[in-house]
Each structure stands twice: as C-alpha cells, then as structure tokens.
C-alpha cells in the first residue's frame, strides 16, 4: 500500500528569529498519525512570497498533502491568502456565510467591526472554504491532480477545530492509507545509553517494519515502538518482551504525563494529596491542576519561599531549620508532615533545595507522607535553574507516584 | 552586502509524531540573529537516510550555513554521523582527545563506561570536531566550497553549549554579514486587528527595509520592528512613535516577560510580594520564581484549591463563600487582603474564577493589595482549560504590574 504524506509548512517571521516555538506541528502530527498519514517534513518559512512559493512546489515534490498554518489574519503581514489567490489563479469573492459570521462574532463580544475584518470573509472562488466557528479567518482548500494543499489559521485553537472538525475527515475519504500503529513505554532511573545497551539483543529481534526510538527527558526516558503494517498482536508481543527487559525502572507502559497518572492513582483509591514545594515554586501544583477533574483529589499547595513561611504558614520547627538548615532531610520530612497536617489530605509531598547553577551539584531533599509513614529521598541536580526544576519536577513526581502505589 | 541565510534541520521521527516539540530551531534563531544571520527555513525530517540527505542537499540551494541537530547520540537510531560520514566520503578516526573526555564523563559520574559510549569518540576524519564538554557526543563541522554544514547534539543544554563557545565565533569569522535590528513593543488589552487599524497610517510610514510584524499571544500583542542595514536611531524613530501611538495599551518597549518586569519593579523599590492562586493552580507562582534572584522579593504563594484551604489555610470566612460563592469579588478581596497578612508582605495577588470549558463565557476574579488599597478586576474567559490558564496568568501579571506602579 502507498504510504500518503503530508508536509507541514509554517509560515511566519517570528519562527525563524526564533520569538515563537512552534506548537502547531507537533499537534498536527499527533491527528493525522492516527488516521494512516505520516508527516514527512515540517517546514518554517518567513512572511515572504517566495519562499513561500518555493515551499509549496517543494513540499509537492515529498507529499501529497501540504497543510499550511499561519498568515490568515487580516493584517498587512499576513500573506498566505494573496499569495495561494496567485499560486492557484483565483479571483477573490465574498463569502455571505463567512461575512455574517465574521460580524455575529464582532456583535457577540460587543466590538465594532472594522473595515480590515470584512476581508476575512473574501475567499478564492476556486477552494473550499472550511468554515471556522472560533475564529474569523477561514481555512481554505485546494485540491491540484491527486494532492489537497489546505491553509489554516496560525491561531492554535482555531487551527484545532478546523483540523478536528474537517480537515480529518476529509483526508479520510480521499486517502487509502496504511496502519501504523505506536506503542511508548516510559522509564525513570536509568540513562540512554545504559538502557540502549540493556536493549542490544532485543534490537536484533526486531523486524524491518518495526523501529525503536529513544526520546530522553530530563529524570525520564520515553521508548518507542512503531509498527507499519503490522498487527496490534505482533506489537504487543515486542513491546511485552521490552516492559520485562526494562520492569525495575519501569514508569508506565504509554504515553501518559505523570500527573495524569497520580490522578488516576488517587482517583481509584479515592484518596487527596496536598503540596509543599519550595524550590519548585509552584511547578508541581500547576503540572497537578493542569489535569481535568484534579480538584476531586489536589486540596492544595503552599509554595513557602522564604524561612520566614516556611515557619509561619506551614510551622517548619525554627530549631529544625537552625540546626539542620533549610535544605534537609529534617526540615522536608516536617514540611510533608505539616503539609499533611494543614491541608487535611490522605497524601503530602514536600520539596526544599538549591536550584541555582553552583560550582558543585546542587542537593534537592523530597518528602513524602501519609498517616503512618514519612521519607524523605534525596537527589542531586547538575544542570542550571530551568533544567534543574524541570528534572525536580519529574522526579518527584515519579517518586509520589511511587510513595502512593507502595502506601495504599 | 549579500545576506548569509541559514537553513535549521532538525532531525527525528519523535519531530514528526508530535511527540517533542522543537525548541532547539527557535533558540539558535535567538543566536544567530545578532550576528547578522538569518534563518531562511527550518526543516524537520525523520531518522531517515534518504530524507535526511535530501534535505541536506534541498537546504545547501537555500543557504549558506546548514546547522543539523538531532542523531548523534550513541544508540542505534542515531543516523547523522554515518550518513555524514558517507555523505562527505570521510573514514571515522578515533578521536583520543574525546575519548578521554567521555572516559573522565562517566568516571566522574561514577558510572561504568559501555562499548556504545566508545562510539562517540569515532569522528570523521575530514570535519572540525566541535570538543563537547558538557556531554559525550561531539558537534561535527564540515566546510565545502563557501558553505558550513555543521552537526550539533539534539540534547538542548548540548546544542546551546556547542553553539554559545564555538559555532558563533567560527560563523562571525568565516562571513561578512549585514546587520538586523529588532525592536519589540508589548500591549495588552486590545486585540490585533483592532491595533491594525490604529497602525494603517504609520504602517504607511514604513520605509521598505523596516518591517512591522504582529504577534498575538493570549492576553498580549507583541509588535516587533525590524530594520534591515538601518541605524538604531531610524529604527528607534520609528520604534517611538509607535509607543506613542500605541501608549494606552502599553506594557514594555523590549521583549521582556511580566515577571521579569515584575521583579524589576519590586526590586527598585524594595517591596515583597505573595500570590493566593486558586484556578491558576501555581502557575503565577511558578512564573514570577522562574526569575533568578526572585526570592530577593517574592516571600511565597498558596494554592488554596478547594473550599476548605481558602477557609482554613488563608482564613477566608465561610459566611463570604456561602453568600457570594467561591468565584465573587468579596472572595477575591478577602483572598489577598489575606495572603498580604499571612505573608507579611507588601503587595499581594489573588485569583478565584473557573477555568473549565462551560456553556458560557467563564468569570476570573483578580485582587491586588496592598497595605492601604485593595481593589479586584474580573475578566471573561471564552477559551479552554489551558488557554484560559494562560490567559489568566498573563492578565493578571500584567494587572499586578499595573498596580505596583500605580500603588507605589
């Protein structure tokens, strides 16, 4: 079977000087994968038509679908619309569903229209206009000979619900595609290289249609298998032989955020967890509250950035932090405790510890407690302030995850 | 002058699942602009031969500085280095100097050296190897003709290093390059096309090698001017005069984020700030000590998530709750009247609100304190759980920042 790709091409200045990242193509791939379409390139080009021409004739060259984001709005800088008019010979005309859309969304939020909105609801005359509910600016669709060439809105979430609520489906009925089928298994502990090495003979079991990938995180590495025409049987098989290589530091067998997983843990026990995080400043209850329905279980958190809070809010013993300072195994073990205590929860974690780039590795102490148990593990972090609050994070949340499982 | 033009390949399978999201591209962009170097495309192919040397040969038509990053770590679907290697007919040499490095890497990790990490040290005898210190797998650079292909790690504190103490200064040696001035201009409160409107005139104004580009962030617009072989006095005439135009709806005249304007403030005069979060779940937190040095003034935060942490750990009184709910203006006031007490400082934030995705737009109260005002804003939030995070976040840093300078 032929395998259909597409190529993603962004458009826009602010991604190659480096002021925007662009989140659109990772979003992208992760719909069309399901549905048997391979991204094959992604490229960013600047607010200039041509290259943006050039992309298109390249892109044409590698795929048979060209998603285009960004350019749409209705600003002098945005040129996808003129451009692609000129590149598929279409004269402009006005869209009535898109103008009385254009001006209900201007009346529903109590703004005047102006004179640069009406044009959003010019279309050319020769695409399909892919009406976009959230938004003022119109996908638009070209099909050329056996390819389908489809702008969006550089907007995140309009881009979503156009590719969510057409684009899909679209594709889907033009397309015969193959399966491919991914399967991640995440682990924490180990590094790369060592797991790589663990891995060598398993590698040369593997069948051409079937690849290994490591991705390293910071305190994580996420494997994964990808299958191409190959069963969900044949996979699984494979990808239990790897869980049982690698089950002392096994995380969780797909790809799913730790948070998400110690809401699940908690949900199932129907148990509540309360934070104290010093160092992380707030990292860990935003990366726990980011998870839908969290307030069923998260009570809450207290970030205690100076001694003076951590004493006063959370009543951390002053003896405690003078004699063992605030960066300890005691002063984290009373802070879970007190966490506990404070917020009336099933389950509390605690972080104290340095950040900062320093000449030596930096010490970071996290407890853990429940109603009968508290420890507190230690763990030491190389890199500077970003890095080591990202690899702070993931530990700790991997050893909550951890501490809930070994104290039900 | 000729301009030097880059072209940025990014390389792996994981770019083209959606399963990491490139931020390498947007930072070595950040780099390389101020040396007068633009990026003309950024391209991600997977771990593929034939894609890879495709692009290699497609970018080389593009620009004269071709920088890869991605695949040269040291397990087996690390391609970059054998398809280099056949690609410039080199023979791998091992390299002593690097392998004592990676030797004297694992030992100071008091980690066992494998076969694979042996690899690293094997370079292609015909390229500049870029020595790297702070990881084991070394930047390759290969010189043809008047073009630079240079292979960087994909691991972005690697990259960054490799970039920072080698590949800027070879760059700057090797080509005369024109030079770029950005200017970027920060509002909030207006959305763009309604700034567009206001800009048509000045847009008008615009001599040809001076380009204005828009923005949008959620919360934010950033205006970014950029100049091309211009002084910085053309470039900040004009940059003047939008601030000027523009001067009700102004946040910052350079790209620097609220908490860092935040702390900025703070600093200047001394005072110390605590947040009370609730929706926001930390993430005000975790934004203001992303600051270095933030602990100078931020005492700390609460994340008072469910009913009883308000009432208990921040002393909300119930009877405000029961009668004006948890999301209400009185709520919002007691909140950071609260937090100011508890953290004994001088100025506090407070946010209540929903969120969650609704059937109607969604209601955030906003409090700010101090020890003699305290007033509350309340915004709509239409989006979903996520963009109505960052939302959030961004209005109510850029409130707060509102009312530190008007409450001195």
Redesign the interface.
């Known amino acids: 079977m032929e395998n259909i790709y597409c190529s993603i091409i962004t458009i826009?200045?602010?991604?190659?000087?480096?002021?925007?990242?662009?989140?659109n193509?990772?979003?992208?791939?992760?719909?069309l994968?399901p549905i048997g379409v391979?991204?094959?390139?992604?490229?960013?080009?600047?607010?200039n038509k041509e290259?943006i021409i050039?992309?298109l004739n390249?892109e044409q060259k590698?795929s048979k679908i060209i998603l285009l984001t960004g350019g749409l709005?209705?600003?002098?800088?945005d040129l996808t619309k003129p451009i692609l008019c000129d590149y598929f010979e279409s004269t402009l005309v006005m869209n009535e569903a898109v103008l009385k859309h254009v001006t209900s969304f201007f009346e529903r939020r109590k703004?005047p229209m102006?004179?640069?909105?009406n044009n959003q609801a010019l279309v050319p005359n020769n695409c399909v206009v892919l009406f976009n509910e959230v938004g003022?600016a119109p996908g638009l669709l070209f099909e050329k000979d056996d390819k389908l060439i489809i702008a969006l809105p550089g907007?995140?979430?309009e881009m979503q619900y156009l590719v969510s609520t057409r684009v899909l489906s679209i594709i889907s009925k033009k397309y015969i595609t193959p399966n491919f089928i991914?399967r991640?298994l995440i682990t924490a502990g180990e590094?790369?290289?060592?797991v790589?090495?663990r891995l060598i003979e398993f590698?040369k079991t593997l069948p051409q249609n079937i690849?290994?990938?490591?991705?390293?995180k910071l305190g994580l590495l996420?494997l994964?298998l990808?299958g191409t025409e190959t069963s969900a049987a044949e996979i699984d098989e494979y990808f239990n032989t790897l869980k049982s290589i690698l089950a002392n530091i096994f995380v969780a067998d797909q790809?799913i955020e730790l948070e998400a997983q110690i809401g699940i843990l908690l949900n199932e026990k129907n148990k509540t967890l309360?934070v104290a995080e010093s160092c992380?400043?707030?990292?860990?209850?935003?990366k726990?509250?980011?998870i839908?329905g969290?307030?069923l279980y998260?009570?809450?958190?207290?970030?205690?950035?100076?001694i003076?809070?951590k004493e006063?809010?959370l009543g951390v013993n002053t003896h405690t932090i003078e004699t063992t300072t605030v960066v300890s195994e005691a002063t984290a073990l009373e802070m879970a405790q007190n966490c506990l205590q404070?917020?009336?929860t099933d389950y509390a974690l605690s972080i104290t510890g340095y950040l900062?780039k320093n000449d030596h590795e930096n010490q970071v102490w996290i407890a853990f407690a429940n109603k009968s148990t508290c420890i507190a593990k230690m763990i030491t972090v190389p890199?500077?302030?970003?890095?080591n609050?990202v690899l702070t994070v993931n530990s700790a949340l991997n050893l909550l995850r951890l501490f809930i499982i070994e104290n039900p």
Do not use: C
């Open positions: 826009g200045d602010e991604l190659l000087i480096g002021q925007t990242i662009d989140t193509s990772a979003w992208i791939a992760q719909q994968n391979q991204v094959k390139r992604r490229v960013a080009v600047g607010d290259d050039n992309a390249e590698h709005g209705p600003t002098n800088d703004r102006l004179a640069i909105n003022t907007v995140p979430f991914h991640t590094g790369e290289s060592f790589a090495n590698e690849k290994l990938a490591y991705l390293p996420k994964r990808t790809d309360s992380t400043g707030g990292h860990i209850a935003a726990i509250t980011s839908k969290s307030s998260f009570k809450g958190g207290i970030v205690p950035y100076s003076e809070s006063n809010m404070k917020f009336n900062e890199y500077d302030r970003e890095k609050t």
